[in-house]
């Protein structure tokens, strides 16, 4: 068993590139930044939408078939602030390689998505603080 995870975390929205390709749809960038990073050793890709609040379950769903069918249903966490959209991409999330990770669930607002988690047999990263990552 591997001592350490590696989760490519370069595919997000805050990124001018990505927000943009995730708006128009385009898996150019997406696909170019995923491969990047599994060609870097990365075991897992992040999907991170952003909060996503109008259209994040089809984003997501989008999102998760184009990385599984492109990369051989390569292993995903799934980064929103958006539950809805969370549940939509471990709904269509194939588990052949590995189980989905949320990212992530907190002490607070976010602390339902463990229960998500396992309805879901999926992984999640959990933070202890109640209002995300300290500054310090």
Same mark, same amino acid.
């Given at each position: 068993?591997?001592?350490?995870?590696?989760? @490519?975390e370069r595919i997000h929205c805050i990124s001018?590139?990505?927000?943009?390709? /995730?708006?128009?749809?385009?898996?150019?960038?997406? $696909?170019?930044? +995923?491969?990047e990073q599994l060609e870097a050793g990365a075991?897992?890709?992040?999907?991170?939408? @952003?909060?996503? %609040?109008?259209? &994040?379950? %089809?984003?997501? =769903?989008? @999102?998760? !078939? $184009?990385? !599984?069918?492109?990369?051989?249903?390569?292993?995903?966490? $799934?980064?929103?602030?958006?539950?809805?959209?969370? %549940?939509? &991409? /471990?709904?269509?999330?194939?588990? =052949?390689?590995?189980k989905p990770i949320i990212n992530s669930a907190?002490? &607070?607002?976010?602390?339902? $998505?463990?229960?998500?988690? @396992?309805?879901?047999? +999926? #992984?999640?990263?959990?933070?202890? +603080? #109640? %209002?995300?990552?300290?500054?310090?």
């Amino acid at each position: 068993m591997e001592k350490f995870m590696i989760i @490519g975390e370069r595919i997000h929205c805050i990124s001018p590139i990505i927000r943009k390709a /995730l708006a128009e749809r385009n898996p150019e960038p997406i $696909l170019k930044r +995923a491969k990047e990073q599994l060609e870097a050793g990365a075991h897992y890709i992040d999907f991170n939408i @952003g909060p996503a %609040e109008r259209d &994040g379950e %089809e984003l997501m =769903t989008w @999102g998760v !078939q $184009l990385l !599984q069918k492109e990369f051989n249903n390569v292993p995903l966490a $799934l980064d929103t602030a958006n539950r809805k959209a969370i %549940e939509a &991409g /471990l709904k269509v999330y194939n588990r =052949t390689h590995a189980k989905p990770i949320i990212n992530s669930a907190d002490a &607070g607002s976010r602390l339902d $998505l463990i229960d998500l988690a @396992g309805e879901y047999e +999926a #992984k999640v990263i959990a933070l202890c +603080a #109640k %209002e995300g990552i300290p500054k310090d």
